[in-house]
């Protein structure tokens, strides 16, 4: 049942004019099939009354604020599943750029664990080898840098 159905039903209930009794006519054909209409079907139709009894305004009233409540509720519920989400994404992306940060460190240290001979570039493009001194001084800085990326 959608959330419109029940308010529809509290605003015609509520706007209804009040009724004491209505007319009914009640048939029971050859097969046995009970039928009620407001007007007589056949010559063995009974002829019943209904009390209808008025609407209540404070009822009416109540169940209004119950069902405001409820869409309140509702609609906060939407609000936090949608925060909660936009969370665990901006986690997994600061997790996959820290996963990131940790794979270049590895690959960092891992290129000055190997050995062999090392360079650097300098401002004119020209390579510039490292001494066996700044070899270990960059491996070291490497793997302080990869365990705080990695967090080892």
């Not at 046995?32 to 019943?48: A, E, F, N």
């Amino acid at each position: 049942m959608n959330c419109l159905s029940p308010l529809l039903f509290i605003g015609v209930v509520a706007l209804a004019p009040e009724v004491q009794a209505d007319t009914m006519y009640r048939t029971v054909d050859a097969q046995g099939q009970v039928t009620y209409s407001d007007r007589p079907l056949s010559s063995s139709s009974q002829r019943i009354s209904v009390d209808v009894t008025g609407p209540n305004a404070a009822e009416a009233a109540r169940l209004s604020k119950e069902q405001a409540a409820e869409s309140a509720a509702d609609q906060q519920r939407i609000q936090q599943s949608q925060h909660d989400a936009e969370e665990a994404k901006k986690a997994a992306a600061h997790e996959a750029a820290q996963q990131q940060r940790c794979n270049a460190a590895r690959g960092r240290y891992a290129s000055f664990a190997a050995g062999g001979r090392l360079f650097r570039t300098d401002a004119d493009g020209n390579r510039v080898y490292l001494s066996d001194e700044d070899i270990d001084e960059q491996r070291t800085l490497a793997k302080a840098a990869m365990d705080s990326a990695c967090g080892t």
